[in-house]
Structures are given as C-alpha cells and as structure tokens.
C-alpha cells in the first residue's frame, strides 16, 4: 500500500498568479500521475512524471502552463502557472498505476 | 479517443434498496476499475476485474466485468447511508499504463 499527502490541501488564489502543488509518498514508486477534477466532473490525466526524466503530458496540457518537477521516487509538484478562473479545480497525484490517490488539492481562482 | 460512459449520472434513492450502476464502452480494455470518492477526498480504489466474465463481491458490493471486457457493472445490494459517494469506473487499456476515468454516477441513500 502506499500513503500520498498533498500540500496544500486548499487554496484561493488570485488570477495571473502560480501556485506549486506537493505531492508526498510514504514509498518508493517510479510513475507518479497528476490529474485534475474540475467541479462536477471526473478526473482527466494532466501528465506522468518519472524521477530522472521529463514529464509526459496529455493532449491539452503544456509544460509552461503546468510544470512538474520530479526530485526524487517518493516526490512531485505540479504547478499551475498564470492562473485563471478556469483552473479552478481538483488537483490529484496518483501512484501505483492509480491504485492509490492522495487526498487532492482544491484550488479556487479569483 | 477512448471513452467510459457511465449511467445513471446521478441516483437518489432510500436505505434498503437496491442499484445497478454501468460503465460501458467501444474499446476492449485490459483491466477496469471501480473507485468510491466522498467529498474531501481523492477516489479509493474498490475492485480491479481483469477476466472477461469475472464477477467479485465485495460485502454488498458485485461488480463484474463484460464477457468482451468492455463493459462493467456495479451492483449494491441493501443500499445503506454510508454508501453515498460518487463511483467510477476507471479503465486502462491493453499494454498502457495511463488510465482513463468515466464521468462517475453520484449516488445519494436516504435514510
């Protein structure tokens, strides 16, 4: 089993500004995926990060909007770059081929 | 582009009933998954079913997977309060990693 804590759990945020989201596993694992759950609705892959290399992100996203940073094999941030409204949402880190999810971080741009 | 559709979207119904939730598709998929998520929280994996057929039971809970591995179900036996959450079924397909989320079916017991 594996245990993700998610820093920080909430925030509000006013647009054009940044905001780096941390992931924590209590383990080792290669892949980490982050995903978003905007309101009302499932969740869609943002990008996969690998310790030692670059991220592999998904139709839709960028690294200049979302950079990720991979340090090590039981950590991970995502940052979500000039923020709008629209980028409110939940953002998730995931392990384990999805196994496990950590408890999200939910963020409102003003 | 491959899809989950799931049904119902959303579902309110009283303590003691029973429901059938689906999750179905155009793709064969090697593996599916069903997660419960409660508000606050990020999803909690349920079941995985990876043979055409398979049927596993989880307490009150009975999930299985099509014969053609496209399509699933989750069935919940005696409905009670604390299963109230948003279910989703969740697919990887054959030789992938990424996996791919259904748009969920909210579900609401009323004591």
């Known amino acids: 089993s594996a245990v993700i804590s998610q820093k920080p759990s909430r925030d509000i945020c006013q647009r054009g500004t940044s905001l780096t989201i941390q992931c924590q596993v209590d383990?080792?694992?290669?892949?980490m995926f982050w995903y978003r759950q905007q309101p009302g609705q499932s969740l869609t892959l943002i990008a996969t990060?690998?310790?030692?290399?670059?991220?592999?992100?998904e139709s839709g996203f960028v690294i200049d909007k979302f950079p990720i940073s991979r340090p090590n094999l039981t950590f991970s941030t995502l940052t979500v770059s000039n923020m709008s409204p629209e980028d409110s949402s939940i953002y998730l880190c995931s392990v384990a081929e999805t196994q496990y999810f950590g408890p999200g971080t939910r963020l409102l741009v003003l | 582009t491959q899809l989950l559709e799931q049904s119902p979207q959303f579902l309110s119904i009283q303590e003691g009933e029973n429901l059938t939730v689906y999750c179905n598709s155009s793709?064969?998929?090697?593996?599916l998954q069903w997660y419960r998520q409660e508000p606050g929280e990020g999803p909690v994996l349920l079941v995985t079913v990876v043979t055409g057929g398979e049927v596993k039971k989880l307490k009150r809970l009975t999930f299985q997977f099509g014969d053609a591995r496209k399509d699933s179900s989750l069935h919940i036996t005696a409905a009670q309060p604390g299963d109230t959450g948003l279910y989703l079924c969740?697919?990887?397909?054959?030789?992938?990693?990424?996996?791919?989320f259904g748009a969920g079916t909210r579900l609401f017991v009323k004591a």
């Open positions: 383990s080792q694992v290669t892949m």
């Open positions: 793709s064969v998929f090697s593996s």
């Open positions: 990060a690998n310790q030692g290399s670059e991220a592999t992100y």
């Open positions: 969740a697919a990887r397909n054959t030789g992938g990693f990424k996996t791919i």
